[in-house]
């Protein structure tokens, strides 16, 4: 009779938090599984990471974010210094006072650099913005698997479960059989020993494994003809034994029923533990598939949140160069504006210019050189005339 040393697949692997050294790079890390849903969440609400999905599934997200910690640090600093270099920038453009000193041919270059340069940052932002939003998509390309690992973990664990509740059923049922088979066992032996005492009946369990062994030491073990020879006629003295005791049961009806009673009991007992076993078998399997699946969970979760992090990262970037985009825009419109409102009079310092030219031609006026009529203008238009 087999023996009840079987043990049913582990259910509590997938309850708690793993702790297998491949899936925890720290030791240290802060037990989560303490915490209830909402304090997980708002944990993960303020490292900025998703809050949906189970507490297994929130509890290895908090793990991957402080595993991921350490490395996030060392780049701190570096990230630090770019983003302040960023966001301390000030005004790129030229304030009013400044461009109203200017004349117009500088405010035309300084337009045409404003327009350059707003022109690399709109390139500049677009391709941020592409970044970010392949970020987002490899984000939720792999949330949509990450889902799907853990819908396999669901269908694997409830098979697993289903299976265990299959084989402790049929041990049940096993025990009651092998209950009744001793004691249909003990009724035949007693009954053959009674009605045939005396003639020295063969152990027909220990016949058979007796074959048993010469059969298996006949395919395995190289052999003479000779001995080959002596094994065969062994086995058949052995067979040739069993058939006689069956022989001799057959003559009494009341042994032959309860040895046929019994060998049916026996046979349903090994059917039983055939059943039991496959379905163990069948149960370990799952468990290791659900396994498997909560492994690619996690890992596409960890990657999922990387990627989240990055899209965040990407966008920020691509505000800020937007921003200082729409700043030098905002200066072109300025110069527009201004160069339409002075129309023929110049700006500021081209008046001065002028006023300073029609001083000098003044100068020489008086001095009785020949002016030409245009510069006799100019002196007329400054009102020297």
Same mark, same amino acid.
Do not use: C, W
């Given at each position: 009779? %087999? +023996?009840?040393?079987?043990?049913?697949?582990?259910? #509590?692997?997938?309850? +708690?938090?793993?702790?297998?050294?491949?899936?925890?790079?720290? $030791?240290?890390?802060?037990?989560? +599984?303490?915490? &209830?849903?909402?304090?997980?969440?708002?944990?993960?609400?303020?490292?900025?990471?998703?809050?949906?999905?189970?507490?297994?599934?929130?509890?290895?997200?908090?793990?991957?974010?402080? &595993?991921?910690?350490?490395?996030?640090?060392?780049?701190? $600093?570096?990230?630090?210094?770019?983003?302040?270099?960023?966001?301390?920038?000030?005004?790129?453009?030229?304030?009013?006072?400044?461009?109203?000193? *200017?004349?117009?041919?500088?405010?035309?270059?300084?337009?045409?650099?404003?327009?350059?340069?707003?022109?690399?940052?709109?390139?500049?932002?677009?391709?941020?913005?592409?970044?970010?939003?392949?970020?987002?998509?490899?984000?939720? %390309?792999?949330?949509?698997?990450?889902?799907?690992?853990?819908?396999?973990?669901?269908?694997?664990?409830?098979?697993?479960?289903?299976?265990?509740?299959?084989?402790?059923?049929?041990?049940?049922?096993?025990?009651?059989?092998?209950?009744?088979?001793? &004691?249909?066992?003990?009724?035949?032996?007693?009954?053959?020993?009674?009605?045939?005492?005396?003639?020295?009946?063969?152990?027909?369990?220990?016949?058979?494994?007796?074959?048993?062994?010469?059969?298996? /030491?006949?395919?395995?073990?190289? *052999?003479?003809?000779?001995?080959?020879?002596?094994?065969?006629?062994?086995?058949?003295?052995?067979?040739?034994?069993?058939?006689?005791? $069956?022989?001799?049961?057959?003559?009494?009806?009341?042994?032959?029923? #309860?040895?046929?009673?019994?060998?049916?009991?026996?046979?349903?007992?090994?059917?039983?533990?055939?059943?039991?076993? /496959?379905?163990?078998?069948?149960?370990?399997? #799952?468990?290791?598939?659900?396994?498997?699946?909560?492994?690619?969970?996690?890992?596409?979760?960890?990657?999922?949140?990387?990627?989240?992090?990055?899209?965040?990262? #990407?966008?920020?970037?691509?505000?800020?160069?937007?921003?200082?985009?729409?700043?030098?825009?905002?200066?072109?419109?300025?110069?527009?504006?201004?160069?339409?409102?002075?129309?023929?009079?110049?700006?500021?310092?081209?008046?001065?210019?002028?006023?300073? &030219?029609?001083?000098?031609?003044?100068?020489?006026?008086?001095?009785?050189?020949?002016?030409?009529?245009?510069?006799?203008?100019?002196?007329?238009?400054?009102?020297? *005339?």
């Amino acid at each position: 009779m %087999d +023996s009840d040393q079987e043990n049913q697949a582990t259910t #509590a692997s997938e309850d +708690s938090p793993s702790s297998n050294n491949s899936e925890s790079s720290v $030791d240290t890390q802060e037990d989560f +599984s303490k915490y &209830s849903v909402d304090e997980l969440k708002s944990k993960l609400k303020e490292a900025g990471l998703p809050v949906s999905g189970k507490k297994a599934d929130l509890i290895e997200r908090l793990n991957s974010s402080e &595993s991921d910690e350490t490395a996030k640090e060392s780049n701190s $600093d570096e990230d630090v210094s770019d983003e302040g270099s960023e966001e301390t920038v000030a005004n790129p453009v030229l304030s009013l006072e400044e461009l109203e000193q *200017l004349s117009r041919t500088d405010l035309r270059k300084i337009r045409k650099e404003y327009h350059q340069k707003a022109e690399e940052l709109r390139v500049s932002r677009d391709e941020l913005n592409l970044t970010s939003q392949t970020h987002a998509s490899e984000r939720n %390309d792999l949330n949509v698997k990450a889902k799907e690992y853990m819908d396999e973990v669901h269908m694997y664990r409830d098979r697993r479960n289903g299976l265990n509740v299959e084989v402790g059923q049929i041990r049940d049922e096993r025990n009651e059989v092998t209950e009744k088979v001793n &004691s249909l066992k003990d009724n035949f032996l007693s009954l053959k020993r009674k009605r045939f005492s005396g003639q020295n009946l063969p152990p027909i369990s220990r016949l058979r494994k007796q074959i048993q062994e010469l059969e298996i /030491k006949q395919m395995t073990t190289p *052999l003479t003809t000779d001995k080959e020879r002596a094994l065969v006629e062994e086995i058949s003295s052995l067979q040739n034994k069993i058939k006689q005791h $069956d022989e001799l049961i057959e003559t009494d009806t009341e042994v032959l029923d #309860a040895r046929d009673t019994f060998r049916e009991a026996e046979n349903k007992r090994r059917e039983l533990s055939k059943s039991m076993q /496959k379905s163990r078998q069948e149960a370990q399997s #799952a468990h290791h598939s659900m396994k498997d699946s909560l492994r690619l969970n996690r890992s596409t979760r960890r990657k999922a949140d990387a990627a989240q992090r990055a899209f965040v990262k #990407a966008k920020e970037k691509a505000d800020i160069v937007h921003n200082e985009y729409i700043e030098y825009l905002r200066g072109m419109q300025e110069i527009d504006r201004m160069t339409a409102s002075q129309g023929k009079s110049g700006s500021v310092a081209d008046q001065k210019a002028s006023a300073a &030219s029609a001083e000098d031609l003044f100068a020489k006026f008086l001095a009785g050189e020949k002016l030409s009529t245009e510069q006799l203008m100019i002196i007329q238009k400054a009102g020297m *005339l």
